[in-house]
């Protein structure tokens, strides 16, 4: 199933993140791709909003990764948010046990995913930003089917 949505400004797509994070289970493991500067960490500033993470969100491209703590209706929330862009290798993504985070039953964003294809059947979502004029963009969801 694929959705997509047509943003005119940061405010829409965090405003279509959150109605997007409404529709997640436990355990989905989320890519985001897109040109740098597409929009993926506006995206996911969205998704935190959703789930009331109290950290501010910041591009984990120069810590790989960062964990956020939320809740929703009253239940704890962890979202992993991971950035492959400086990961050189598979052995250096598995050596930050990038597999056990995906399968811990937490919500997994991973920004850059197609630089490890070896990953791709873990995904149950893709998130792709695009550039369609100079504040818009296009975001196309597609979930597949397990």
């Given at each position: 199933?694929?959705?997509?949505?047509?943003?005119?400004?940061e405010?829409?797509?965090?405003?279509?993140?959150?109605?997007?994070?409404?529709?997640?289970?436990?355990?989905?493991?989320?890519?985001?791709?897109?040109?740098?500067?597409?929009?993926?960490?506006?995206?996911?500033?969205?998704?935190?909003?959703?789930?009331?993470?109290?950290?501010?969100?910041?591009?984990?491209?120069?810590?790989?990764?960062?964990?956020?703590?939320?809740?929703?209706?009253?239940?704890?929330?962890?979202?992993?948010?991971?950035?492959?862009?400086?990961?050189?290798?598979?052995?250096?993504?598995?050596?930050i046990?990038?597999?056990?985070?995906?399968?811990?039953?937490?919500?997994?964003?991973?920004?850059?995913?197609?630089?490890?294809?070896?990953?791709?059947?873990?995904?149950?979502?893709?998130?792709?930003?695009?550039?369609?004029?100079?504040?818009?963009?296009?975001?196309?969801?597609?979930?597949?089917?397990?």
């Amino acid at each position: 199933m694929t959705e997509e949505f047509l943003s005119h400004s940061e405010h829409e797509t965090r405003q279509i993140a959150r109605q997007f994070a409404a529709s997640l289970q436990p355990g989905e493991i989320i890519s985001l791709s897109g040109q740098l500067g597409a929009g993926k960490t506006v995206f996911m500033r969205g998704v935190t909003e959703f789930f009331n993470c109290s950290e501010q969100l910041s591009s984990p491209t120069f810590s790989l990764f960062n964990i956020y703590q939320g809740s929703l209706a009253g239940e704890e929330v962890v979202l992993h948010h991971f950035d492959l862009y400086r990961i050189e290798s598979l052995r250096e993504l598995e050596a930050i046990g990038f597999d056990e985070y995906l399968s811990s039953g937490d919500l997994s964003f991973v920004e850059w995913a197609e630089r490890f294809t070896e990953y791709a059947s873990f995904y149950t979502l893709t998130v792709s930003l695009e550039y369609a004029g100079d504040e818009s963009r296009r975001i196309i969801i597609k979930r597949f089917v397990r």
